[in-house]
């Protein structure tokens, strides 16, 4: 299994200036070392289980798989 690098939950109150947020109020953000990691992530049972009740406590959510780019 691949190992997870990074897991952070922030939360906190909305202080975007621009009504940009769509709504959305947290975020939930795993890194990975590899596309591998991101599959067994999403397959293992306890992520199943979360996904399950988190499901039912979720109006709406947005999903996003990115590969980071180095930046200048």
């Known amino acids: ?3 997870l690098i990074l897991s952070l939950v922030c939360r906190g109150t909305d202080v975007t ?3 940009t947020h769509e709504g959305f109020t947290h975020v939930f953000e795993s890194t990975f070392e590899n596309t591998e990691g991101v599959k067994e992530y999403i397959a293992h ?3 199943v289980e979360f996904v399950d009740e988190f499901l039912a406590l ?3 959510m947005l999903i996003m798989d990115y590969k980071p ?4």
Do not use: F, G, R
Not at 69 to 72: D, M, P
């Open 58 to 60: 979720a109006e709406k």
């Open 45 to 47: 049972p306890s992520h």
């Open 1 to 3: 299994m691949s190992i």
């Open 17 to 19: 200036v621009l009504d």
């Open 69 to 72: 780019a180095a930046t200048n």
